[in-house]
């Protein structure tokens, strides 16, 4: 299945780069969303963006910034992360938010390691 | 605040053997129930989901799950395993038509062929 898309797969970062994680859905959706996946903790909420506008902060450090140019694209901008930033970053989009029937579909994430 | 509780960490089984992943979860409303995998390597797919109706409902791959509302619990079960459903599987919740979806830890099955 190819709906959402990610890219890199896998990033190797120093703790001064810039780097970005792209994602993009072919799905027609209309909600896009980040989550950061680490060992043995669940899934967290990042950032959720619906027609392109911000929805949802969950509270994340700055030296994350998201972009949606679109609906069908999102990207992570990272800046200065630290070592316990490593994990797998994972994209997932949705028709829309407020719809009852609302369900997420996810990309295969991008596993990054900070250095 | 919404949480989801799996209360297995790490389930071993024999193929045939049936199968049973506990979720719990903490949400007064109405809720939507999702029952996610992620076989080795690959990407979180959806294995079934419960909005509203029937509270059994089915999903891929021979996969049920039962909604039951005075327990605030959305068992996972199925019959007879394989081996290829060794994969880890997550439970989560989205709480009313605007709630953040929220997974629990996940419950990591391994069939032994």
């Known amino acids: 299945e190819t709906g959402v898309t990610q890219t890199p797969r896998h990033l190797v970062m120093g703790m001064t780069n810039k780097k970005s994680l792209k994602c993009e859905q072919h799905l027609g959706h209309n909600a896009m969303y980040w989550y950061k996946q680490s060992a043995k903790k669940p899934l967290e909420l990042m950032f959720v963006y619906n027609f392109k506008e911000q929805t949802e902060n969950n509270s994340v450090p700055s030296r994350f910034s998201p972009e949606c140019p679109n609906s069908s694209h999102l990207f992570l901008h990272l800046h200065t992360l630290q070592p316990e930033d490593s994990a797998l970053y994972l994209c997932?989009?949705?028709?829309?938010?407020?719809?009852?029937?609302?369900?997420?579909?996810f990309g295969p994430g991008t596993r990054l390691t900070v250095l | 605040a919404q949480s989801v509780s799996q209360h297995n960490h790490h389930v071993i089984l024999s193929e045939a053997a049936s199968l049973e992943l506990g979720c719990n979860y903490s949400?007064?409303?109405?809720?939507?129930l999702f029952w996610y995998v992620q076989y080795p390597g690959q990407h979180l797919q959806l294995l079934l989901k419960y909005f509203s109706g029937d509270p059994l409902v089915k999903g891929i791959k021979g996969f049920e799950a039962e909604f039951i509302k005075s327990k605030f619990s959305f068992n996972l079960r199925k019959p007879s395993v394989q081996w290829s459903d060794t994969a880890e599987y997550f439970c989560?919740?989205?709480?009313?038509?605007?709630?953040?979806?929220?997974f629990g830890k996940g419950t990591k099955l391994s069939v032994k062929p």
């Open positions: 989560a919740v989205k709480g009313g038509s605007q709630g953040n979806l929220i």
């Open positions: 949400y007064g409303g109405t809720v939507n």
């Open positions: 997932a989009s949705s028709q829309e938010i407020r719809w009852g029937g609302d369900t997420q579909y």
